[in-house]
């Protein structure tokens, strides 16, 4: 085996330089190239870009978000949430329909034949719609699908307790009795139930709505002082003041940091005012009008069972006692509502129905003194009479609450859609002033990678 000489001198050869990989050599480039002045412009014009791009991004997929959510309020949860709501109410007026049409002894006005009819109708009409927006709540299916049983066999009984009262049988009393027993423990509930789950659905949409778009105000706030910065190194490298494309990417990512935080701001302002206000009060009014029905039923059944359903003291009647209960709840439902009345649009009808409470519960008393004295014949027409009987103080009450209820309604609408309008087109805009930004950044900059070469 030979061996390589020594150099002349005695010194070692020295080896060729070795190659690196394609990689390495060009990450080398890239670092050498980093090093010079149009190498540090190229990277800030791609920070800037792709942080631009990032707010674009994040304002339009936050703010589609936000603008769904107040569609779904204004379009879909609030309207359900209204819909329980009026379920309750035909129910309850429903029941309170038979038991005036029961009290007539055979002779039933077909007025309010046509009203009991009518309550029926639409808590079936209403019971549909919300089966087929219910989607995946199981909540909601449950309870759709108890009310859903119930109702038939309650206007069964109804039917049968008039049929059974035409033959002059006391036994008509009994079954309607049962019907509102069923009414009071298995449909009203429910439909209590499905209105607090629709009445969530709408306080968790309004949530979703309201709710700030961190990540695009943070990239924006990130965005607008990386140009910021990118400018002052730019007059302090070239002493120049200006450079137009960072200029109009400045001036169109500020415009889109104040649409996004003004446009929330407003639709935050709009939706929480729907919420704060109308929707509340639309909760104690609603409340307030199913009150109003449960004591009319309770008054009528008074009349009816004439102390066959005696209360817990086994002295009282037990409708009687329901009556009074009713009525407490009725007048705090109505100081509530006054309490969150801003206007004289709001307060004229709750104070109207307040006037007529303190009517009926006067004409219910004189009604209670002569059925206890054992004028029945006396009593019965100062409950279900005409002018100066509690039948017509409590319609005066009931007119007044859906007065009401229409104004809080009309209230909610405007303020909810106040909100919504105020993030029309934001995504949109948002997107197309970020875009035109990373785009007059990179033509800023490449003006001045120009004078390099």
Do not use: C
């Amino acid at each position: 085996m030979t061996s390589r000489a020594p150099a002349p001198g005695g010194t070692a050869p020295v080896p060729p330089p070795r190659r690196g990989t394609a990689f390495a050599e060009g990450v080398e480039r890239v670092r050498r190239a980093a090093m010079t002045e149009p190498g540090r412009l190229r990277a800030v014009g791609a920070v800037l870009a792709v942080l631009l791009v990032l707010f674009g991004a994040a304002a339009g997929w936050e703010v589609s978000d936000r603008a769904a959510a107040a569609e779904d309020v204004v379009g879909r949860s609030q309207p359900l949430s209204a819909g329980a709501a009026s379920l309750y109410r035909s129910l309850a007026d429903a029941d309170t329909a038979a038991s005036s049409g029961f009290l007539s002894s055979g002779q039933e006005p077909r007025e309010i034949r046509e009203r009991y009819e009518k309550d029926v109708a639409t808590a079936s009409r209403l019971l549909v719609e919300a089966a087929a927006n219910a989607g995946d709540d199981a909540e909601s299916r449950r309870e759709i699908a108890l009310l859903g049983e119930e109702l038939p066999r309650y206007t069964g009984l109804v039917e049968q307790a008039r049929a059974t009262d035409r033959q002059g049988l006391p036994l008509g009393g009994a079954y309607l009795r049962y019907a509102n027993e069923r009414m009071s423990t298995l449909l009203l509930p429910a439909a209590q139930r499905l209105y607090a789950a629709e009445t969530g659905r709408l306080d968790r949409d309004q949530e979703a709505a309201r709710a700030w778009p961190p990540a695009a105000l943070v990239t924006g706030v990130a965005a607008l002082g990386a140009l910021g910065w990118a400018q002052r190194r730019e007059y302090r490298r070239t002493n120049r003041v200006f450079n137009h494309g960072l200029v109009a990417a400045t001036a169109a990512t500020a415009v889109a940091l104040l649409w996004l935080s003004v446009g929330h701001g407003m639709a935050r302002s709009g939706l929480g005012e729907a919420r704060a206000g109308a929707q509340e009060s639309l909760k104690v009014l609603d409340a307030a009008r199913v009150a109003a029905l449960r004591a009319r039923a309770d008054e009528n059944l008074t009349l009816i069972s004439r102390g066959a359903v005696q209360a817990a003291d086994k002295k009282s009647d037990k409708y009687d006692v329901d009556f009074g209960r009713t009525m407490d709840e009725l007048e705090a439902d109505l100081g509530r509502a006054l309490r969150l009345a801003d206007d004289d649009a709001d307060r004229d009808p709750v104070n109207r129905a307040v006037a007529g409470v303190r009517q009926w519960k006067e004409r219910h008393a004189q009604a209670r003194e002569a059925d206890l004295k054992g004028d029945y014949e006396s009593a019965l027409p100062k409950v279900i009479g005409g002018k100066g009987s509690s039948g017509e103080s409590f319609d005066g009450v009931d007119a007044s609450l859906e007065q009401a209820v229409a104004h809080a309604q009309e209230e909610f609408t405007r303020a909810a859609h106040g909100g919504l309008t105020a993030l029309t087109g934001l995504a949109t805009g948002a997107v197309t002033l970020t875009l035109t930004a990373a785009a007059t950044t990179l033509l800023g900059l490449g003006r001045r990678l120009s004078e390099y070469r």
